[in-house]
């Protein structure tokens, strides 16, 4: 019984092929789609801008979606957790580049 349990949720999880191919099928496509009818992506407004526009676009959505999905509540947190990332890499930057400076 127990072999059959294993054996049934080792048959739903799999394992991606290719390391990122979540994000790499789609940009395949989108650039067949763009090299061969490239006026598929010329239907205006928003969609237009995110495919021609450059990143913008697309990084103004994603930041207004995630922002939409954070409690005001999780703020304090949030605030905590990014000077604690944020500080080290200040001062490991700072000491690379004033080692930088130093031996030039």
Known sequence: MAQEATTNEQKKFKVPR????I????MIVGLLLNTFCPQVFEIGGFFTAACR???NTIVAAILLFVGA???FKST?????TGIVVLIPKLVVAAARGSGRGIFL
């Open 18 to 21: 290719i390391p990122g191919d």
């Open 23 to 26: 994000m790499i099928y789609p």
């Open 53 to 55: 526009g450059g990143s």
């Open 69 to 71: 999905g954070i409690s």
């Open 76 to 80: 304090p947190g949030a605030i905590k």
